[in-house]
């Protein structure tokens, strides 16, 4: 979720995903009002040695959707951050043996973009049989047609 949105489709990625900041916010507040964990995992863009919070930093301090994203959605303390290195949170990270201690019975996968980390994830999840819920309204992708063919194959081929 924390990046410059300097790609190509980026600034559509950037509008999409201001719009569901709110369902994001809502949706981690219910999770830090439960007591549940919060595992923030987000591309490192290929700079190996940079820390989260550089990048969150980076991020807040570039003007328009980066920063509000950046601002509103920075790991608190008691959070999960961790950088990962491709699509999936599962690949190259920690993240496995993260949810192995936390004794997790499932994940929530939500976050930008829907066609590409969030599936990946969300596949990488179910290839490893643990339950995962996307949800629609806290996930933004560079097109709306996008998002929709990538929650559709969620449905249909995976049965999230």
């Known amino acids: 979720m924390f990046t410059h949105f300097d790609f190509e489709g980026g ?6 995903a201001l719009r ?27 700079h190996w040695s940079r820390s989260f919070e550089s990048l969150v930093a980076t991020c807040t301090a570039t003007p328009g959707a980066s920063s509000e994203i950046a601002r509103a959605l920075a790991p608190r303390p008691g959070h ?21 201690d936390l004794q997790a019975d499932g994940v929530v996968v939500a976050g930008f ?7 990946a994830t969300a ?9 995962f819920r996307v949800p629609h309204d806290a996930t933004a992708a560079i097109t709306q047609a996008r998002k929709a063919a990538a929650l559709r194959l969620l449905r249909s081929s995976l049965l999230a």
């Open 11 to 16: 600034e559509q990625l950037a509008r999409h």
């Open 20 to 46: 569901v900041l709110p369902a994001l916010k809502r949706l981690r507040a219910g999770f830090d009002a439960h007591g549940l964990p919060v595992i923030h995992a987000n591309d490192n863009f290929l």
């Open 80 to 100: 999960c951050p961790m950088l990962k290195p491709r699509h999936s949170a599962f690949l190259g990270t920690p993240l496995p043996l993260m949810l192995d």
């Open 113 to 119: 973009a829907a066609d590409s980390c969030v599936l």
């Open 123 to 131: 596949m990488d999840a179910k290839m490893r049989g643990l339950p």
